[in-house]
């Protein structure tokens, strides 16, 4: 049975969602209150990181990938 799970941790709207390519329990979203943010669907809402934050440059992200071979390399582009 699957479960759906709603966290409400940006400040705006979600633009892009990526999955880490090495592991399935990882995503990472891209949001238009400018951060950048980690979600480990094994770990708690209080274990949630903010990878970047350009909310102080209102920056709004609309773009997000993390490369498929070197998936600490992560690229964001917005407007702002």
Do not use: M
């Not at 949001?31 to 990878?51: K, N």
């Amino acid at each position: 049975r699957r479960r759906t799970v709603v966290w409400r941790t940006h400040g705006d709207r979600v633009k892009r969602i990526d999955v880490h390519p090495d592991h399935p329990n990882v995503f990472l979203t891209a949001a238009e209150d400018g951060t950048i943010r980690e979600f480990d669907t094994r770990q708690t809402l209080e274990e949630r990181r903010i990878l970047a934050d350009w909310s102080d440059q209102q920056i709004a992200l609309n773009a997000l990938a993390i490369c498929p071979l070197r998936p600490w390399y992560v690229a964001a582009g917005g407007t702002g």
